[in-house]
């Protein structure tokens, strides 16, 4: 989870519990468990996308165009105002996604979403001084102003991680439990909210730059199980204004 910058492909796909429960039972001969995945439970993330009052990015991003970006503040487990969490931004184009960060105390976030002012010296509830991305954070700054981007929406879920063995290009993400609100805007609180998948549905991401090995694709037949277009954010947006 520190890696900073990176560029792949993200291809989804929607899991029934059977589905799940057969690539768990050979994910072992292929891939590491996440050190996260502390004895093979999941681990929760939680989200604040920005965007415009008019939710512009998301409505460009459902419009599927050739490039689209978007902003969100990201923590992992329960978090507080002194905690470090991170500031990202994703760009896709032709199909790649190019992924940047930059490390931010909580509170700093905050106070950097009402005022526009990038924090200096930051200093973590350890003592530590907080080394943050500056060109990471010139690159999201500017997305912000020209944007004027604000908190929109809360999403949360808890997920599986894999890395395959010998090869880091390659990573499966399985959610669960994904949770959205647009009230109480705030990574300190607890999770809750609206669940975005049906029972027994789980969300896959298969993530790599290069192809994809060929036990997964066997798998992907095996199942009959094809890509989608889910998005966590666009399902919320979609629901909302259905």
Known sequence: MSIEVFNRREIKYLLTDSDRDALLSIIGNYMDCDPFNKDGKTYPIANLYLDTDSDELIRKSLEKPEFKEKIRLRSYGQVALTDKVFLESKKKFNGVVNKRRTNFILEDAYKYFESGVIPENPV?????????????????????????????????????????????DFRLTIDTNIQTRRT?????????????LEPGQWLMEAKAFKAFPLWFTHFLAERRLFKTSFSKYGTEYKKRNQ
């Open 124 to 168: 973590q509830s350890n003592g530590k001084p907080l080394k943050m991305n500056a060109q990471v954070m010139k690159e999201i700054d500017y997305i912000m102003k020209f944007y004027n981007l604000k908190p929109k929406v809360f999403i949360s879920y808890d997920r599986q991680a894999f890395f395959e063995k010998n090869n880091s």
């Open 184 to 196: 109480n805007l705030r990574l300190d609180s607890p999770a809750y909210g609206e669940q975005l």
